[in-house]
């Protein structure tokens, strides 16, 4: 697992099945089996801003927090 900084409250968590996007402590994002994902919640104009930047103009599914939780936790569950 490697993790970036990429900009203010943002971060890239980079494994080895995926890339997730994190705002402030929160997944917002990934690319995952050769997709990208975005949460179907709104958040802040920050937030969708570093979204938009994370996943440029290609195409993207929204899903519900959860699955982005879900991913981020499962990851930092198999590490320990």
Avoid: C, H
């Avoid at 994002?29 to 709104?42: E, M, P």
């Avoid at 969708?48 to 930047?53: E, M, N, P, V, W």
Wanted: no cysteine; net charge positive; glycine share 4%.
């Amino acid at each position: 697992m490697q993790i970036q900084k990429n900009g203010p409250n943002s971060t890239i968590v980079a494994l080895s099945s995926a890339v997730i996007l994190v705002s402030y402590q929160t997944p917002v994002a990934a690319f995952l089996d050769g997709r990208y994902i975005k949460t179907s919640r709104v958040w802040s104009q920050t937030t969708t801003k570093q979204i938009k930047k994370f996943i440029g103009k290609l195409p993207s599914e929204p899903v519900d927090q959860s699955v982005l939780d879900d991913l981020l936790a499962n990851t930092i569950s198999r590490k320990k």
